[in-house]
């Protein structure tokens, strides 16, 4: 009898406990999609590559805002928050792979850069200054160097971008290209994974010491915890992940010194995907480039975003 008690109330705890889970999986699930929505109306614009989503937030001079991995319009939205503020308006697409934006036989940052163009001409304006983070920055990098007569000025922030001299990664094992094909596509695996361990996946998803995001003022602390759930719903973004999973490992060598746009390098010395060399690359190769170098704050300049975008924002107002 005691045993029977035992296991029937193990049983009802267990069944509470994943009630509990799923009803927090449906709670962030709504909050992701409801981050959507808040982030803006998205439009689509004809391209040669079919259809581009886009949103736009803000009045004033225009700035196309090429998102990071995981992102979409609304990271693009969300990392120039301060941009519009300023007095800008943002122009945030989804890039290929992306929500609404389709993936094409041919996704590489050259052709991103000719959908992008397209953009541009679907909004007719000439030229525009272009920011890319992260692996934005590689379609943003295209269309500076084969786009040159699209681009105004080139942010290029904490860019995946190619260093001379660095070995490409070796691909996954066979475990862990199962865990990028499948984990990548599901809603349910991000979200135990983000449930489980946040500071593991700012870690490695976000590459910044978890350790700075925790001393940072809550406004950062609530930007990083944005970006971090912002990858959901993830099902709506695997094929854009897994591409720029590519192209970041094997970024091309675009001719940097043909750039005539003026140039801002912005990383941190600590970010763990190693970009504070690439933006030194560029910097050093790109005629009259501005460096922007942190001392710390990872991938997502941790507690130095104010810092960030009033540097960017003068220097968008100096072009």
């Known amino acids: 009898m005691r045993r029977r008690v035992f296991l029937t109330g193990a049983a009802l705890a267990a069944a509470v406990a994943a009630l509990a889970g799923w009803r927090d999986y449906d709670r962030v699930m709504d909050r992701a999609r409801s981050a959507l929505a808040a982030a803006g109306t998205p439009r689509m614009a004809p391209t040669r590559h079919g259809p581009a989503e886009y949103a736009e937030a803000g009045e004033g001079p225009p700035v196309l805002m090429l998102h990071g991995t995981g992102g979409g319009y609304d990271q693009g939205l969300l990392f120039a928050r301060r941009l519009i503020a300023d007095g ?59 786009q040159p007569q699209h681009v105004s000025a080139l942010v290029a922030a904490v860019p995946a971008s190619f260093v001379p001299g660095r070995t490409p990664p070796p691909p996954p094992d066979a475990i862990a290209g199962w865990i990028i094909r499948r984990g990548l596509r599901s809603d349910v695996l991000i979200w135990g994974a983000l449930r489980l361990s946040e500071d593991r996946l700012i870690a490695t998803l976000l590459a910044t010491d978890p350790a700075l995001v925790h001393a940072a003022p809550p406004d950062e602390q609530a930007r990083v915890r944005a970006i971090l759930y912002g990858i959901l719903p993830v099902s709506l973004k695997y094929r854009g992940l897994l591409n720029d999973a590519f192209w970041a490992g094997h970024p091309p060598d675009f001719p940097l010194a043909m750039i005539t746009a003026p140039t801002l390098a912005i990383s941190a010395e600590d970010d763990r995907f190693g970009t504070a060399e690439a933006a ?13 170098m942190l001392p710390d704050g990872g991938h997502i300049w941790a507690g130095h975003d104010a810092k960030v975008m009033a540097r960017i924002a003068a220097f968008l107002r100096q072009v």
């Open 88 to 146: 800008f308006r943002v122009i945030a697409p989804s890039r290929f792979g992306y929500l609404g934006t389709g993936f094409p036989a041919d996704p590489s940052p050259f052709v991103q850069a000719e959908a992008l163009a397209d953009l541009l001409d679907h909004l007719e304006l000439a030229r525009v200054p272009v920011i890319g983070g992260s692996a934005g920055a590689l379609p943003a990098l295209a269309m500076a160097t084969g």
């Open 280 to 292: 030194r690359h560029i910097a050093r190769t790109v005629p009259g480039a501005e460096l922007m």
